[in-house]
């Protein structure tokens, strides 16, 4: 700002090229239009949206893509329908930017929306018609000429609320459908960088819509898309596989997600500490301690205690202290600190709740209230203050030793 000030004084010649260039600087330190997104400030977002509509300045698809970013970041679906449509409307959108709508239906849980535009970005890609190059980052762009839309004074894309439904829907005609003439994907693949290209995106976008049917319990949909990739020629990464364990583990249960973890390792892919996670508490949740146990041994960095609560909770509830006291140990050579609930579990596993302690087991006695008040002690050194339930469990251990 002081070198714009300082050409204002001088009365130097401001031409499109410094304007350019100054707006350029001003989004990378953080104020406009590029910043929006990272800053999730909304008021920005519509400062520009009304600088764009004041100077007639039309939208291309980087604009698109920016404001799907935000549009996501609200959890604004109704936006992200609107967007598309004025999109669509003057766009024949290249398969980058199908791409970015496809992450932000699934990122909201929009799966319909989600699966047909996916179907068009694979038609798209069977055709050939896409002009995308990998440059010296690594990062995908498009070469197509990329020419503004005009601008008709509605730019108000993101001033809607996100709690209400937008009167748009996404149509059928607007994204298209496959026309079986997928299967020669996998042979463009490898005679040429931008099909590579192509097919890097297009497992993307089946990455993310498989970890979208994940959170929606949807295995159904998730498997014909499993089967849909390998139709075309594209192999499954490990990404796509740990989101499909996922969507199987939480409709089908333990045993069915397990087999979909043998062919990974008949594939040498190992699952992601994530899904090793949830397939431990799944099988803590079942009582089967021994193959969570497993489970909980591969994992090769641990977030939390979660995994470890819910062994400890299997073993309070099959009444196995000596049991959990392994799972302490193990939990503390994790460097995974306990939280309130683990002392919780703890408490109420060594309690007269899980077994009856006579007046003649002194032995026993002594041994729980030793037990009892060293985790006490331990939840005083981690900084643990107790909850209403741990209070209760520990006066009600003290008072029946």
């Known amino acids: 700002m002081e070198t714009w000030k300082l050409m204002e004084e001088k009365e130097i010649t401001i031409n499109r090229e410094c304007y350019y260039f100054a707006i ?32 007639i300045v039309g939208k291309n698809e980087l604009t698109y893509i920016q404001l799907l970013k935000i549009a996501v970041l609200q959890q604004n679906l109704s936006a992200v329908h609107e967007i598309w449509r004025e999109c669509t409307k003057h766009y024949n959108p290249s398969i980058l930017c199908l791409q970015r709508f ?25 055709q050939r018609d896409f002009i995308v190059y990998i440059n010296a980052d690594g990062n995908l762009h498009s070469l197509r000429l990329d020419i ?14 996100p709690g209400k439904e937008s009167n748009c829907k996404l149509g059928r005609s607007g994204v298209g459908t496959t026309k079986g ?32 049917c994940a959170s929606m319990q949807n295995d159904v949909l998730a498997e014909k898309l499993l089967y849909q990739m390998q139709d075309i ?40 500490d994530s899904t090793l996670v949830c397939l431990s508490a799944r099988c803590s ?15 090769s960095s641990f977030e939390g205690p979660y995994p470890f609560n819910a062994l400890l909770e299997a073993c309070d509830a099959l009444d196995l202290p000596e049991r959990a006291i392994q799972t302490l140990v193990k939990m503390k050579k994790s460097g995974i600190q306990p939280d309130i609930r683990t002392y919780e579990l703890l408490l109420s596993l060594f309690g007269c709740g899980n077994r009856l302690i006579t007046e003649d087991d002194l032995v026993l006695q002594t ?11 331990d939840m005083m050194m981690n900084g643990i203050h107790h909850s209403q339930l741990s209070l209760m469990n520990l006066v009600s251990n003290f008072q029946s030793s």
């Open 102 to 126: 496809i992450w932000s239906f699934s990122k909201l849980r929009d799966l319909e929306s989600a699966n047909l535009i996916l179907q068009k970005m694979i038609d798209i890609s069977s």
């Open 148 to 161: 503004p839309a005009p601008c008709k004074g509605n730019l108000s894309l993101l001033r809607s609320s």
């Open 285 to 299: 949740r079942s009582l089967k301690l021994d193959l969570a146990e497993s489970f909980l041994d591969k994992v």
């Open 24 to 55: 350029q600087t001003l989004c990378r330190g953080g104020y406009l239009n590029e910043a929006c997104a990272q800053m999730h400030n909304i008021s920005y977002v519509n400062q520009c949206l009304d600088l764009m509509d004041n100077q």
């Open 367 to 377: 041994d729980v209230s030793k037990r009892i008040h060293a985790i006490d002690m």
């Open 233 to 272: 020629g594209l192999e499954p990464s490990r990404d796509t596989y740990s989101a499909f364990t996922m969507a199987v583990l939480s409709v089908r249960g333990v045993h069915d997600a397990i087999e979909v973890i043998k062919l990974m390792d008949k594939k040498n892919m190992r699952p992601y």
């Open 181 to 212: 003439h997928v299967y020669g994907i996998s042979k463009s693949a490898k005679r040429t960088q931008k099909c590579f290209a192509a097919m890097k995106l297009l497992r993307k976008s089946f990455n993310d819509v498989i970890h979208a």
